[in-house]
């Protein structure tokens, strides 16, 4: 429906122009798909039958002989969260998500080898082609992004001075703290491709002399967490791994964390959220994380989660919930620690 757009006109697919065949006296009004045709340059026959579907799913109503967008159909061409859900279903859900069965059979992202032969989208990440891979920065930023704003002022209590952000994707949450805190180092942790990307961010921002950046796989049991940081800062970052694994990260990062220091964790867990439909975004989502991100992880339930952190050996210090559209800040410090 993308092409079938508005044409400057809220509410209606195109203003009546002349020259366009009249009802004869008598008959009934019926819309007319070829101004939506020409709008759209699709030929006629496809324009009617996607207006009759929208018709169908209530995107489209009937009026006065002209088709004309619902609210459902404006929202689904201008409401940026749901851009961000809709790019990602299409872009990258869609063709992969036919191996959901096979994804779900075995524990692996069946439905990844659309886009190419990695172990884990995260691998592909920086090679994905367009629009895919502006697809899923897209939405993975629509929701981190509006959640920064109401953190920061919640991991700058303590002042860190040295900040690791595991998982520093794009650059986005360091360069928020950076601009936050003039004194603030942050260390970026993440796969090499993903650091070149923020490297790039932050360069054009002119903020890399407080910024170091760590390749790493943290996948790899072999990989430590390094040591002499204040603040360890994890966004949308375990989510990326089954229970198993979240439990071995947070064990390297409570081995790396000093006794002052805490591991603040950012999720958006499903029940915790004050709106069903947001519980049904985010546990449909987990499907995308079978399908095509890696077989094994997803949007997690606050329970399973919390038991992961509690079997690394930390304690949760504090919970903040109802950050931004979805999200949970988790406050963690070794159990061991008194600072
Ligand atoms: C969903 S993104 C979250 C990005 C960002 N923190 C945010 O809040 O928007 C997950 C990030 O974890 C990184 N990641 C995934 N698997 C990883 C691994 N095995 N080792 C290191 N980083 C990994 C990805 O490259 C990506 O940048």
Redesign the pocket.
Known sequence: MDRLRPDGVPGRLRPARPGHPRRARGQPRRPQPPEAADAAQLPIYGTRVLLEAGLGIGVVKESEGRYQLTKIGVFLLRDPMTRANMDFTRDVNYLGMASLGEAVATGTPAGLKVFGEWR?V?EG?AQLPEPIRRSWFGF??FY?DGAFASTLPLVFRRKPRRLLDI???TG??ARACLRHDPEVEVTL???PG?LRNAEELLRGAGLLDRVRFHP????DPATVVPPGFDAIWM???LD?FSEAEIVAILRRCAAAIPEHGRIYI?EAFWDQQRFRAASFCLQMTSLYFTAIANGTSQMYRSTTFLACVEAAGLEIEAQHHELGMSHTLLVCKPRSSTG
Request: proline share 0%; charged share 15%; with cysteine.
């Open positions: 884990t995260y990440l993975d930023h981190s998982g520093g994707n986005k949450w942790m993440d796969l993903q790493a796989d943290l996948l966004s949308q970052f990326c950012l």
